[in-house]
């Protein structure tokens, strides 16, 4: 029985084990034209459909292909890459219940490494060296899918709503507010302020 070596499973995100299972998605780009030449660039372009994927019980749904932009870097040491990702999300208003759908626009930066070998690769899809978290790659080609997909989830929020003024559900019949007033009496006592209507209505008795 084989078993991974500790160093690589140690340095797996915390965030990765649980979401290793959903949303795999490969955007593979050719560096080759920019290796070996420091300060040489190179820019990539897809247009990726990403499957649905379920945050908290929620299922988060992309209705359109995602854009994703890559401009990569040769600092000599790593490829230095710049993400820009615009992504239609379809989720649960936390208020109203009620699917919507919101543009998502990121920008964010990773470093990728060259390492020797594919089976280091598979065994971890990010790795650390001199304290410096990177994502390692293999000859002429980087796949960005892994690097997307961590920051793609890690900015979707968990308690989404529809609209900064959604009026949620009426707490007496569940009515969405957004459509119009229900009728029904909203103001339903708090029990906690119990005692405090009591003294009130006590005070107002005395006094008469
Ligand atoms: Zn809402
Ligand atoms: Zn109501």
Request: proline letters at 7%; aromatic letters at 8%.
């Amino acid at each position: 029985m084989t078993q991974a070596p500790a160093h690589l499973a140690l340095t797996l995100p915390a965030a990765f084990h649980i979401i290793a299972p959903v949303m795999y998605m490969s955007l593979i780009g050719d560096i080759h034209a920019i290796k070996g030449k420091k300060g040489a660039r190179a820019e990539f372009d897809f247009t990726e459909a990403f499957e649905p994927l379920f945050l908290g019980g929620e299922k988060i749904v992309f209705p359109e292909p995602a854009r994703v932009h890559v401009l990569v870097v040769n600092t000599g040491k790593s490829m230095a890459s710049h993400f820009h990702l615009e992504v239609k999300v379809t989720q649960r208003c936390s208020r109203c219940l009620r699917e919507f759908t919101a543009p998502l626009v990121l920008e964010f930066a990773e470093e990728y490494r060259e390492i020797d070998s594919v089976e280091e690769f598979a065994a971890a899809p990010q790795l650390t060296q001199e304290g410096v978290e990177f994502f390692p790659f293999v000859e002429d080609h980087i796949d960005f899918g892994e690097a997307v997909r961590q920051n793609l989830i890690l900015s979707i929020p968990m308690k989404a709503v529809c609209n900064p003024s959604c009026r949620g559900l009426c707490p007496v019949c569940g009515a969405n507010l957004n459509d119009g007033d229900c009728g029904c009496d909203h103001l339903l006592p708090d029990p906690r302020l119990a005692p405090l209507r009591e003294w009130v209505q006590r005070c107002g008795r005395s006094r008469n």
